[in-house]
């Protein structure tokens, strides 16, 4: 699987590597039944996703997510640390939602309408 580093552009930092889910397939497995997390995980939702459709579930999760969701223009537009078996629904709608390990969104003070970055080539 590529990956790509991930870059807080608003504040200069860098948040690491992550995996790519840019298929049906790999957005639905997601992080679901993993042991551990190695990375963490971008998943690129179709254009046409609406607030409802960029909802996330942490069915058969085995450890707690901090989660981004970022717009088009890649603004961060909502983020929660969320646990198994749970289910979050954005306040408005995403374009990429980001799975990382929890305290992550803390680690790097990551704030809403912060601007990210990663390659685009392998997306």
């Not at 995996?19 to 992080?31: E, I, K, Q």
């Not at 990429?96 to 997306?123: A, H, P, Q, S």
């Amino acid at each position: 699987m590529k990956y790509v580093v991930l870059v807080n552009k608003s504040k200069g930092t860098s948040l690491g590597k992550f995996d790519l889910a840019n298929s049906f397939m790999s957005r639905f497995m997601g992080l679901m039944f993993r042991r551990d997390l190695k990375r963490g995980l971008i998943l690129k939702l179709p254009n046409t996703r609406s607030r409802r459709g960029s909802a996330i579930h942490m069915f058969f999760m085995r450890f707690p997510l901090d989660i981004v969701f970022i717009d088009s223009n890649k603004k961060v537009v909502d983020m929660i640390s969320i646990e198994p078996w749970k289910t979050y629904t954005p306040i408005v709608p995403a374009r990429y939602v980001i799975e990382m390990e929890k305290g992550t969104i803390n680690r790097f003070n990551l704030e809403i309408g912060d601007e990210l970055d990663f390659t685009l080539d392998c997306i």
